[in-house]
């Protein structure tokens, strides 16, 4: 899948960038994400998505940038891949619980 991102404001693109320079800066080569990106945005329909997602977010644990990740993901209401250990599915119950 190709995933292109798209900023619908000045503050999104800023924090997307610093979350890129976390990622960076706490050793790249070490994020989980970075190392398989397609696991990170499973094809919809795929009859693999769950376990893939799955896998992910279970990667997603050992990332040292986990909880920055997670709350852009929330801030920017991310609706797709997997951010923070989340799904869009996850994200979507966090978002209807602030309501
Ligand atoms: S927490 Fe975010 S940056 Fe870390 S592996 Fe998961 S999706 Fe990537």
């Given at each position: 899948m190709v995933y292109r991102k798209t900023f619908d404001t000045y503050e999104r693109l800023r924090e997307w960038q610093h979350l890129n320079d976390l990622i960076e800066e706490r050793a790249a080569g070490q994020i989980p994400c970075r190392q398989a990106p397609d696991l990170y945005f499973p094809e919809l329909g795929d009859g693999m998505a769950a376990s893939i997602a799955k896998m992910a977010k279970k990667a997603c644990?050992?990332?040292?940038v986990i909880n920055e990740c997670r709350t852009y993901a929330i801030k920017h209401k991310e609706e797709y891949g997997i951010w923070g250990g989340t799904t869009y599915t996850d994200r979507k119950e966090i978002w209807s619980k602030k309501k």
């Open positions: 644990l050992s990332c040292d």
